[in-house]
Each structure stands twice: as C-alpha cells, then as structure tokens.
C-alpha cells in the first residue's frame, strides 16, 4: 500500500514546480513570469511621484553564428557568462531574467533621471560587447536594447511595458549609431494595428512623404569626399521626421519591404543624376537586404532603374548589406552578388566584424568594401581589445584586397588613430550629420579635414604598441577609480613593465633602439605615470582614500601628455 507524501516531500515538490514555473532552467534567471510579477510589485513601490523605473528588452547578435560554429554546448556556455556579466554590471537592485533564446530583460530601479537610466543600459550593451574568454577563444556578441519606462502617472501592466520594450528593441535594429532605442508613445507606430500600420507606410509612400538623408564618406587624409551613404526617413505629417527604426520593423517580412527597398535604390539613383547635372558625381551606397537581393526579378529591376539613368556609371551604385544578414545564405547571396558585380554595381559588407564570419564566408562573399561596425570604432580610444578588433579586420581587409571604411567616427581623436593604424576612409558625427540632399553639394565644397589628419602618418607595425597606449591606460585608469570607489575589488597592476607599451619598450631598449631624444622622453613620462598611480594607492592602503581620488585629475592628466609625446613621435618626418 503506498503511503501519502510528507510535509517535506510536498514542500520539495511545490519548491520544484516554483523552480521550473518561474527560472529558466539554464541560466537560473527569473523567466518572464517572474519578471511581471516583480515589475508589478516595482511598479506599485515606486515611492516618489517624479521617480521612473525603466525596462530593458536584450537581444544578442551573434549568437547562431557561435551555435552553428562551435555548437550548442559552447553557445550555453556564453549564455551563463553573459548572464553573470550583465547581473553584476545591474547591482543588487536591479533584476534580470531571460525570456528565451538570445532575448533578456532588465529591470533598473526607480530613480528622477532617465538620462542615468539609459547610460546604464547602454553600459548593458558595453557588457555584452566585451569578449568572452572561453577555452581560448575570444567570443562576441553584440546587443540591442530597447527601454520603456514606468511611473506613478502610468496605469500600465507589467506585460504592456514589457511589449513597448520589446518594441523599442526592434526598432533598435535599425539604429547603426548605438543600438539602443527608447519608446516613445507618441511615435509608436506599432502600438497600431500592424495591418493599419503597414497601410499607413504604403500610403506615405504613395504620398512621397519619405525622403533620403546622405551621409559623407571621406578620404580623412586627404579631404576627398569617396562617397555617400543615402540613409531613409520619414516625414510623417504629424510624428515629424521619423527615422527607420520607428517603422520598418513593421514591414520586416512584408512585401512592402521590397517595394520599400526599390523606391529608395530609385530615388538615390535620381539625386546621383541632378547631383551630375550641376558637376557633382559622387558614388551612393543603399542599404539593401539578402532577402530583398534575393527576391525573384532583383536583378532585372536593377537593370532597369539603371537604364533610366544612362547618364550614370553602374560603379556609382553600391549596396550595403549587414554582414549578419549576408551570413544567412552565403552561398545564395554570393552567386546573386556576382550577377550585380557582372552589371558593374560594387557591395559593401556592412557592420562587418559583428557577424563573425568565417575567412571561407568573406573569401565567397564579392565584397568591393568591408565597413567596420562602429561599435568597435566607438571605444578604441578606451578599450584596447576593441583596438585589437579593429587591427585585425584591417588586416583581414588588406589580405583580401578589401577596402575598409570605418563607421561611427564620433571625434577627431578616434579618427587619427584609425590614421595610424591605416585606415583612410571613414564616416561619423565628427564628420558630418546625414543631411538632406540639397544642404549636400555644398558641404562637399566646403569641408575640409581636421589638419591633424592631414598630418597624420601610419604607424609603421613595429612601433604600434605605442598606439595601444592611450586605450590601454585610459582602461587602466578606470580600474583604479573604481578600485577607490569600491567599484572593483582587484587590485590594479601597476608594474610599468607589465603593460604592452612597457614590454614594447624594454624590447627596444634591449635591442638598443631607444636612443632618440623623444623615445626616451616617453620612457620618462610613462614612467612618471606609473609612479603617480604607485603613489595613489598607497594612499588608500593608508586609509587615505578621499586624497588618492583627489589625484585622479593628476593621473589623467598625466597620461594626456604621454599620448601627445607619442603623437608627435609617430608623426615625426
């Protein structure tokens, strides 16, 4: 006779079914269950009324391509690091959960300033983007990010703000400067019906309210404008300028994309005319999908569009396609590019570096251009390994005879380095704003570049150790303000010897080829720097920690002249 369970068996039983009801079984995250229900309780303890909690919907890139690559058993690995990463990058006060596959959620805790809320986030995506260590290789992701908010004011659901995240998040997609999106109620096309939505985009489109922004490509050397990148927008008569992410992923997998994709590759194709007309023949890149490539017919309507402009070179067209979209169907996508490369019309790999691409995908793949993700280009001043990635798809772009052109470009800074390294052709913000068409002939005939590009030289490969200076120290600096801060309990290492600049030093030194004046003068200065930092510690071994804060400016200042010694020895004739 079988006898009932006890107390304690029905107590483990219960906490089992809580386990599998609320956690994801592989990382042990809440799931999003759990996630409503401590977003709920959030939402109701949020205890002052200008205070506003904010929800941030993940999506990892990357991840099929490591599952597909070194298989699964790796890529659940990945997940459990990524998953610790992104818990101690939120603090105690925050909550993550993972919803399936390569999709998470992160709950902030309330505060007055959403401004503070998305630079948190967007530290949420830098923490993604670090690679990952893993039986020695260096795996990487990339993230999206799509934020909605929640105050006392709001009478919203849990499961409501978590679908304006998640829309947020799509439009983040496609968003090439941050990816990261944060909603907005009063743009927010898809709270629509998607129906109704996609009949108001065919009906914009039938009423020319879309338009084509342009994006300079420059030679930053030299000041040549190479080219421009034709950017889509929305003019929608009441939201205002719209740009693609508040709408096309509403049109993801519809028709209409195509007929989308078409109306832009045409209207770029009529500016390059008018833009011919007044002297101005300046090449154009379109963005374009594999799926809308390789939809039936792609190639005739390209040789018809073209046919109505004979004025044009078919080489004045290029199509840009994300590199992770191009890794879907290489082989497909490689025998259709050949046909447009037949025509005479050039492609570029865009956001290349994030897809994780294989030699054998980029040898198929009849790429004329490989442009750098900017999210490698963005922290290259900071991040030495996102300098390491950098240096290594340069010199993959140069053993596959690509061109290589750097997105993102955000300052003069980042754009000298690329200098030294190598790479001449960029776009960005430090450059220029995508403009509307008519404000571009004239900035073609004004724009100059910043005359310490013009000056710069690249760094001959044995002496690029000193280029990994700045990012490289810059990130040491970080380590130890958040070691005073508390931030970080490892203790920095300050031995002058252990970084790359030191060892590249005390190699030349060895080989006797640390005679000049200035190298010398950097030995010196970086010298000074490390025994700043030796000095700030023991401030704080002695209890003294608001004094070795204090000395933080020092520190940054210190280094500042170590980077403009190196400069000037890079640059020398």
Known sequence: ?????????????????????????????????????????????????????????????????????????????????????????????????????????????????????EAAVAGLLDAIAAPIPLDGLALRLRGRAGVAFGSQQQDLPPEELLQRANRAMRQAQHVDENRLCCFDPTRDLASLDRHACIDRIRQGLAADEFVLFYQPKVNMSSGKVVGAEALLRWQHPERGLLLPGEFLSVIDDHPLASEMGEWVIATALTQMTTWGAIGLHTPVSVNVGARQVQQPGFIDCLKKLLKLHPQLKPFQLELEIREASALEDVGGLSRLLSEC?????????????????????????????????????????????????????????????????????????????????????????????????????????????????????????????????????????????????????????????????????DAEAFAGRNSHPEFQAISAQHWRLHALATGILKYRAQGRNAEAIAHLTELHSSLNKLVEQIEAFTNRE
């Open 341 to 505: 490369r037949a025509i005479g019309i050039s492609f570029a790999l865009d956001d290349f570096g994030a897809g994780q691409s294989s030699l054998n995908d980029l040898k198929r793949l009849p790429a004329n251009v490989l442009k750098i993700d900017p999210g490698f280009v963005r922290h290259i001043l900071t991040n030495p390994e996102d300098l390491d990635i950098l240096e290594g798809v340069l010199g993959l772009a140069t053993a596959f005879r690509r061109q290589s052109i750097a997105e993102g470009v955000e300052s003069v800074d980042q754009g000298l380095l690329l200098l030294q390294l190598g790479c001449e052709l960029a776009q960005g913000y430090a450059i220029a704003y995508p403009m509307r068409p008519e404000a571009f002939p004239d900035w073609v005939a004004t724009w100059r570049p910043d005359p310490r590009w013009t000056k710069a030289l690249a760094v001959n490969i044995d002496e690029r150790p000193m280029l990994y200076a700045g990012a490289e120290h810059r990130a040491w600096i970080a380590s130890i303000e958040g070691y005073l801060r508390g931030e970080d309990y490892k203790e920095p290492q300050l031995d002058r010897h252990d970084c790359r600049l030191g060892a590249w030093m």
């Open 1 to 117: 006779m079988k006898s009932n369970p006890g107390t304690a068996e029905i107590e483990d039983s219960n906490q089992e079914i809580r386990q599998i009801s609320h956690f994801d079984p592989l990382t042990g995250l809440p799931n999003g269950i759990l996630l409503c229900a401590r977003l709920r309780q959030a939402m109701s303890q949020i205890a002052q009324p200008g205070q506003i909690l904010a929800l941030a919907y993940l999506d990892l890139d990357g991840l099929k391509e490591i599952n597909d690559r070194h298989g699964y058993a790796v890529g659940d690995r990945v997940l459990n690091v990524l998953a610790e990463r992104l818990n101690h990058a939120l603090g105690r006060n925050g909550m993550l959960a993972r919803l399936g596959g390569a999709e998470f959620a992160a709950l902030l805790p309330a505060q007055p300033d959403q401004a503070a809320q």
